[in-house]
């Protein structure tokens, strides 16, 4: 076959490429998202977001300056911010401020995520970082501080370890989300550091919305309001490329340093509709273990009388710990559980990895539709029926392109 489609994979395990060939007859179309090849942002450049571009506040060596204690909160292993990159710069600004080693701390934004270990901790801010500051576990099951209410009746308690610091800086990145239009922004507070009560409410009193849908979403703005009362200084967010490289930065005041990366981003991240696919391929990258994200993008894509979606889901470490969401034994699981389905005119929804994991099939509900697979070979051997013109659309970064 020289009909090959090539993917990013591993984006925590010195990111690869896979490839996946296809029936040489089949008409394969490549969906990209429009910034799919911005060159990354050169060290300098960084630098110079991070000293000089602020948003809607001074820069951090002048908010730092007569504050006693600092936090650094950071997203997890399921965002594929490249942290390391941008925490020697904020550094630059304590150092210059006056700020010892001794007075800042690293908290991991998990939200109701499972816990992170040393080796996740280097690959998210580095050996240096990890020699020189402690590096926490948020613990969204106890030691959170009530900070108010927002507008939309969600009691606020955040991680009582970033609630005693005076100065509280975030790095995250902006992607679409499924509930909040786009990620980042004051969900690096909500749900990143808040308690699971908070994090429960949130999530199951706001809608579900469709990905890249921010304007007057109830989410966004309950998450923005928290964030707020949390009193978070500076956020620093990334937009990313295919292979997960930083290529903006937009940092400052949480409100309007946001606003700013949200615009960028519903450029950046926009993917050209299509539909009338007999076959459709959806690969996760920087999102990998919480593959089921991409179904919102591939569902659209299949022929309404029926055809079959390929979900590529490389992830080493399994899928993620998600204790609102995530199955804890072949009957229980999170309070807000809700298994994945296939839809109606779904013929087969595959599930393609190199890593088998059993347990982690419970975030699917059983059914014949639905299929385990490790072996390409056998993917293809259920889309032969398509014949030899199979109609075939490719996400190549599917959890976070969104078309409108």
């Known amino acids: 076959m020289t009909n090959v489609v090539r993917l990013p994979q591993l984006a925590w395990y010195e990111t690869k490429e896979l490839e996946l060939p296809l029936p040489d007859n089949w008409q394969v179309e490549v969906c990209n998202m429009a910034g799919w090849n911005r060159p990354a942002l050169e060290p300098d450049e960084i630098r110079s977001a991070i000293r000089n571009d602020l948003i809607?506040?001074?820069?951090?060596?002048?908010?730092?300056?007569?504050?006693?204690e600092v936090v650094i909160v950071f997203d997890d292993m399921t965002r594929v911010t490249r942290a390391a990159r941008i925490v020697p710069y904020v550094l630059e600004e304590l150092a210059e401020a006056g700020i010892p080693d001794d007075k800042i701390r690293f908290i991991v934004a998990l939200g109701c995520h499972g816990a992170l270990d040393r080796l996740d901790f280097v690959k998210k801010l580095g050996e240096e970082t990890l020699s020189r500051f402690p590096v926490f576990n948020h613990?969204?099951?106890?030691?959170?501080?009530?900070?108010?209410?927002?507008?939309?009746g969600t009691k606020v308690c955040v991680n009582a370890e970033v609630m005693k610091c005076d100065l509280k800086i975030g790095i995250g990145s902006v992607v679409p989300h499924l509930m909040s239009g786009f990620g980042g922004g004051g969900k690096i507070i909500l749900p990143g550091i808040t308690s699971i009560e908070t994090a429960e409410a949130d999530h199951r009193d706001r809608p579900r919305n469709k990905m890249g849908m921010i304007d007057d979403n109830a989410t966004s703005l309950n998450i923005e309001e928290a964030?707020?009362?949390?009193?978070?200084?500076?956020?620093?967010?990334?937009?990313v490329n295919m292979w997960g490289e930083t290529v903006a930065i937009f940092?400052?005041?949480?409100?309007?340093?946001?606003?700013?990366?949200?615009?960028?981003?519903?450029?950046?991240?926009l993917t050209p509709k299509t539909g009338g696919k007999d076959v459709v391929i959806?690969?996760?990258?920087?999102?990998?273990?919480?593959?089921?994200?991409?179904?919102?993008?591939a569902y659209p894509a299949v022929r309404s009388d029926g055809g079959d979606v390929v979900l590529v889901a490389n992830a080493p470490e399994g899928l993620v710990t998600h204790y609102l969401l995530g199955p804890f034994g072949k009957t229980i699981g999170g309070n807000l559980r809700s298994?994945?389905?296939?839809?109606?005119?779904?013929?087969?929804?595959?599930?393609?990895?190199?890593?088998?994991?059993?347990?982690?099939?419970?975030?699917?509900?059983?059914?014949?539709?639905i299929l385990f697979m490790s072996n390409w070979d056998d993917v293809l051997g259920v889309l032969q029926l398509h014949g030899d013109a199979a109609k075939v659309a490719v996400y190549p970064n599917a959890e976070i392109q969104y078309c409108v």
């Open 56 to 68: 809607g506040t001074p820069p951090i060596r002048e908010l730092a300056r007569g504050k006693n």
């Open 139 to 152: 613990n969204p099951f106890g030691n959170c501080t009530y900070v108010g209410t927002t507008s939309y």
């Open 227 to 239: 964030a707020t009362l949390a009193g978070l200084d500076v956020k620093i967010d990334c937009i």
């Open 251 to 269: 940092a400052g005041a949480l409100i309007p340093a946001y606003a700013a990366a949200v615009q960028e981003a519903r450029a950046h991240y």
């Open 282 to 297: 959806v690969n996760n990258f920087t999102k990998a273990s919480e593959s089921w994200l991409s179904l919102a993008i």
């Open 339 to 369: 298994p994945v389905k296939a839809p109606s005119h779904v013929n087969h929804l595959i599930i393609y990895t190199q890593y088998p994991d059993i347990a982690g099939q419970g975030w699917v509900e059983p059914s014949d539709k």
